[in-house]
């Protein structure tokens, strides 16, 4: 069986996409970026090569000379870089788009396919299940070739991937909103909101903002 698309995945939500599209296309599935060569690319040929939610840089050689196509959830070209969910809802942005572009040497600056409306309301994995949902629509339309490429438009803004150690709350001493912004951001599987008290450590998983009510479950280390 040839193999006409490639999907580069490893977050679950990223997987499941890879299932729904392989039911009905032949993908074949890269889960890492050691696996990611231009010479195994190469013998594939693929028409596309699909990039959910993907940690790492993809090798030049292979956006120079394949269609790669990164689905990146920010309105492009503003919030470029890495950690876009986080960027924008510690912002108190409650909504934004998916862009799917093809990608280029420069960093999320590539010609625009299209966008979907995202909402960034809720947990992280309510949001990883509008993201799958974009990513599919977007997928099925590009692979059937209803697209069309557009520069970006607009003033860009570029920010870097947050850090694990970013992760720290220094007080409590917030609004109820940050809080709750800050700590659901951060759950799993991104470094969990935690502070530090005496020797002890308390590690937040999810956060509820209800009202004026503010509630949270966690851990102590």
């Known amino acids: 069986m040839s193999v006409d698309y490639v999907i580069c995945a490893y977050r679950p939500f990223a997987l499941q996409l890879y299932k729904r599209l392989s039911k009905k296309n032949n993908f074949h599935l890269i889960k890492t970026s050691k696996s990611l060569s231009y010479s195994k690319i190469k013998k594939i040929n693929p028409k596309f090569i699909f990039f959910p939610d993907w940690s790492w840089i993809v090798p030049p050689k292979i956006v120079e000379n394949f ?52 909402s960034l309301e809720g947990n992280i994995d309510e949001i990883f299940e509008r993201m799958e949902k974009n990513d599919y629509d977007m997928i099925k339309k590009i692979i059937s070739g209803k697209f069309k490429k557009s520069a970006q438009k607009g003033r860009s803004s ?15 001493n917030h609004s109820k909103e940050f809080l709750y912004n ?38 102590i280390e």
Not at 160 to 172: G, W
Not at 186 to 207: E, Q, R, T, V
């Open 158 to 172: 570029m920010y870097k991937r947050r850090l694990p150690n970013q992760s720290e709350l220094q007080n409590l």
């Open 182 to 219: 800050f700590i659901r951001m951060l759950g799993d599987p991104y470094p969990n909101a935690y502070i530090k008290i005496g020797k002890k450590k308390i590690i937040f998983k999810s956060s509820t903002l209800k009202g004026n009510t503010l509630s949270f479950r966690g851990l």
């Open 67 to 118: 269609n790669c196509i990164c689905f990146h959830e920010s309105d492009l070209p503003k919030f470029r870089g890495g950690s876009p969910l986080q960027n924008q809802i510690i912002r108190g942005i409650k909504k934004t788009k998916t862009t799917a572009f093809l990608m280029n040497n420069y960093i999320d600056g590539g010609d625009i396919l299209m966008k979907k409306n995202l």
